[in-house]
């Protein structure tokens, strides 16, 4: 037996596996040894359009979007690097920070002092994005066949930056970019509309694919319709340190990171495993199991059919409490039985693409999740099968199938793996 080091937590969880097991992890490159000269000369020299410095004027507003407690984005450097090329020419009163919480719950002022960091949390304003208030949305009418509104002032800001970090996403095909604008500062008709069963449920809306993914389409085409002045992006490391910076023209921005990206975080396997054991990437990723979904996305990638996908992930924030994903998840007794009622029903709930990817996951295979921020009957009640020990539960699996063959994903999410 060999032993692995799984994201988990803020601490990780060390698990025992046989010798032979594979064990995929990020291909990522060292960390900048000193991030903000990487941001400042990515600023300086984007991948395409004019430097930030000379897009900026006096008198103007600014609105810059920045991620929400849920991703593990380095905003404090990023905003840092965005301040102080506007230093002496963007008023402070003239600059609002975005917090892109798409539907999500607003993040406390203690959240966001550790997101952001206290100076700019004292000396600039710091806006949570509500989804939920119209009056603080404007309807910028359909993009295609999604009614689009977006955060007030987001749109009336003369200067638009978004700030983000790329890496694969689960139905979106990657993070980062336009996302920052939507969902990340959508209303909730707009961000339902992003996630109706008919895009989520499309084989194409998957890890890395871009161009054809309905949902991916969709966020582009609005980006584009409302207008982004600057963008910038990092990729992260396993430490969530950046290797990486690109800024710019939002959408060649974008398009370089997830080059990148692609590199480092797609491994090809040469077959499907049997047992597949996946994280959600550690805190802040796997806070609740909503955002744990993503890691046993992963799993599902390389797991044969009616296989076994082990996912740890620690919920320190449970289901949460919050949004309906916890009661779309009590509303029927299978996930085969959820699929049948997301799929009749006539509008999108909020959450129901989370409950719809993760019931399609269970319908295909074993799912069992080992936390320590729920009790086994809430496990159970997501229709999950807790465990107490990943290790234990492996050898019990191996005792009842010798040979299985194994896969570990220590870092989840943050490694796409697929077969060639």
């Not at 085969?336 to 409950?355: G, K, N, R, S, Y």
Request: aromatic residues 4%.
């Amino acid at each position: 037996m060999t032993t692995v080091r799984l994201a988990y937590g803020d601490d990780g969880l060390v698990i025992r596996v046989p010798d032979g097991t594979t064990v995929i992890a990020p291909r990522h490159r060292a960390a900048a040894a000193d991030p903000l000269e990487l941001l400042h000369g990515a600023i300086a020299a984007p991948v395409a359009g004019s430097a930030l410095r000379d897009i900026v004027r006096p008198g103007q507003r600014v609105a810059i979007s920045v991620c929400d407690i849920t991703r593990p984005q380095p905003r404090e450097v990023m905003l840092r690097a965005v301040l102080e090329v506007l230093d002496g020419v963007i008023r402070p009163e003239d600059m609002v920070v975005l917090v892109a919480t798409g539907t999500h719950r607003a993040n406390t002022r203690e959240e966001l002092i550790s997101m952001l960091g206290a100076e700019v949390v004292n000396h600039c304003r710091v806006v949570n994005h509500d989804a939920r208030d119209r009056s603080t949305l404007v309807d910028l009418g359909m993009v295609g066949d999604v009614p689009v509104w977006l955060n007030r002032e987001w749109v009336e800001a003369d200067v638009r930056i978004t700030t983000g970090f790329v890496e694969p996403h689960f139905f979106a095909g990657f993070s980062g970019g336009p996302k920052m604008v939507a969902p990340g500062l959508a209303g909730l008709d707009t961000v339902l509309a992003l996630h109706d069963a008919r895009r989520i449920g499309d084989p194409r809306a998957t890890w890395a694919v871009i161009e054809g993914n309905p949902v991916h389409d969709a966020v582009r085409a609005i980006a584009a319709a409302t207008g982004v002045h600057f963008s910038l992006d990092v990729l992260l490391n396993d430490d969530q340190r950046i290797t990486s910076a690109f800024a710019g023209e939002l959408f060649a921005m974008h398009a370089a990171a997830r080059v990148e990206a692609r590199s480092e975080a797609m491994v090809a396997v040469d077959r499907r495993f049997d047992i597949v054991v996946t994280t959600n990437s550690g805190y802040p990723l796997d806070q609740n199991l909503y955002q744990a979904v993503k890691g046993m996305s992963a799993g599902a990638t390389v797991a044969r059919p009616g296989g076994t996908i082990i996912c740890a992930a620690e919920c320190r924030d449970g289901l949460p409490d919050h949004g309906s994903y916890g009661r779309l998840l009590a509303a029927r007794d299978s996930p085969a039985a959820l699929l049948e009622m997301i799929a009749a029903a006539p509008e999108t709930i909020p959450d129901q693409w989370q409950v719809q990817v993760q019931a399609r996951i269970q319908v295909a295979y074993q799912v069992l999740v080992r936390t320590d921020g729920l009790s086994n009957d809430a496990v159970r009640a997501a229709h999950l099968t807790p465990i107490d020990d990943v290790s234990d539960t492996i050898e019990r699996l191996l005792a009842d199938a010798p040979g299985a063959s194994i896969c570990v994903l220590p870092q989840g999410p943050q490694t796409i793996p697929y077969v060639a």
